[in-house]
């Protein structure tokens, strides 16, 4: 699958950045990059859970799994946001203890070329990711793309801090530190989010009315009844319930289906669908209607 290249493109610029930026900033005494450092770190661990999550939903389906393997993705990256959520809440502290304290240090400005570089770095990969996504339709590796560009508007971030501690505002460094917590435990928000919502069977209102309309558009199509739609993974699941002409045969009724599959796949990506057909109302010569 080529979207598992973008994944380990990912974890080898975390593996390298984290070590580059962690070593730096104990080196040269920034807050700013210690916090960056430890985020690229944290995305190391949501990278590979990723990675796990992907490799597992490769795998046809089984007697255990008739729908298939595709929602270990999205437990994968529920199980990421908690760690990311933990690294975040330590950086917190850590940068506050500093702040409180005001045992504060100007750290040397060639640690600022380092949080730059990490930030160019970032910056190609979100590109590379963001590209092979939109390519491949891998919500995984779009999620990772967005965090990759988190990541190097955080190195950005861990930039302007050092510069400006060197300028006298020393404050500014610990400070950078304390905005790259926050940024990293809302990023761990938003894709706890995003899993628990798919997890739960949660699915987008707006696309929902965008199948609705889809539906009720085919040629055939009387009334939509009912329509339920969830997430597997990055696959849709759509269960609806449509009226037709009651004089219709099985024959007819069943081709009316195979036009929402199709059309629901054509506009949708909507590999799995299940269209139930019941009778419609028919009206008589008087006007009156029959069930």
Known sequence: MSALRGVWLSITAYL?????????????????????????????????????????????????????HSRAETVSSLFASFVMFAIGIQVLFHTATVLLSGKVSSPPLSSAWVAFFGM???????????????????LGLMAAAKDNLSDALVSLGAFIGIIGAHFNMHWLDPLTGFIVGLVICKTAYD??????????????????????????????????????????????????????????????GHTITDKIEAQLEKDHDVRNATIHVEPGREITERGSVNE
């Open 16 to 68: 390298l950045l984290s070590m580059i930026k962690l070593g730096a900033g104990y080196l040269f005494g920034s807050e700013a990059l210690l916090a960056d450092g430890w985020n690229n770190a944290s995305d190391i661990v949501a990278s590979i859970a990723v990675l796990i999550g992907m490799k597992i939903s490769l795998k046809p389906p089984d007697l255990n799994h008739p729908y298939g």
């Open 191 to 252: 894709i706890f989010k995003d899993s628990s919502l798919m997890l739960t069977d949660g699915f987008d209102k707006e696309k929902l009315n965008d199948i609705e309309a889809t539906i009720q558009n085919i040629e055939g199509v009387e009334t939509l009844v009912d329509i339920k739609a969830r997430m597997a993974g990055n696959d849709i699941i759509v269960d609806a319930v449509v009226e037709v002409a009651p004089h219709l045969n099985i024959k007819e």
């Open 120 to 138: 160019i770095v970032m910056g190609g990969v979100y590109l590379f990711n963001y590209r092979l996504a939109k390519k491949t339709n891998s």
